[in-house]
């Protein structure tokens, strides 16, 4: 069972509110946190996301390719994902199970640093993401991903620990899953990955500007929505603005939740 969450900081990104919610805020900058989730289990440490690559540091040009020059990604050396596990004494040696929610660049920049571990991923993901349509391509970076790892592919809803779910939301990609998660003493929350950037995201079942699919992406919105209703869970969007996100985690969630940020 799933015993304390921690939330970690991977960096931040600049982005046109349109992006967040499509067709709407063109021309409204904002600055979204990048975060990556680390699950205590008894079973393990599980990682969901891996953040941003930290080689991007030193060679902006080579590790993001074009894009480094109309999104540039803030982060500095404390985002690296090892830093931030060595902040709670752990190596990615450490971490058993790393979930890819969807492959896109800001969400697998650290898979190279966990070689012993299994990094579940939906099969129609990986898929897209090694052959991804042109009109896509430029979020999915082949460098990020596509090494020597113990990929587990996985097919649909499926519980891989005890309390850990994968939940199939496709839409923003072609093979988005989203993560819910039961704790010991019973509290819920749904790590929802880029299927919901935002709160709003949710309760008005907006869709992102980038979607693989604007309808697919619509019915997964409503797929979490109904389930945080059923089960009464806290939910985590992916990217809510710096302004609301972390005081929101902090001071609004269930505190049974026993979550940090760092
Ligand atoms: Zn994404």
Known sequence: ?????WVLKAGELDLDRSILFVGRGCGIKERVPITMVLLETDQGFVLVDTGMNPNGLRD???????RAKDLIPLITEEDDVRNRLEKLNLHPYDISHVINTHMHWDHTGGNQFFTKSKIYVQRTEYRYAMYPDPFYAASYM????????????IDGDSEILDGIYLLSTPGH???HQSVFVTMENGAKIIIAGDAAYTWESVEKIIPPGNCYDMGRSVLSLQKLK???????????????PNHEFYHKILHSFNQSLNLQVI
């Open 1 to 5: 069972m799933v015993k304390k969450i």
């Open 226 to 240: 109904t389930l945080q209703k059923l089960t009464g869970s806290d939910l985590m969007p992916s990217h809510e």
């Open 60 to 66: 902006p040009e080579g590790t993001w390719g074009p």
């Open 173 to 175: 990609t072609a093979g």
């Open 142 to 153: 082949k460098n990020h991903y596509a090494h020597d790892l113990d990929y587990v592919f």
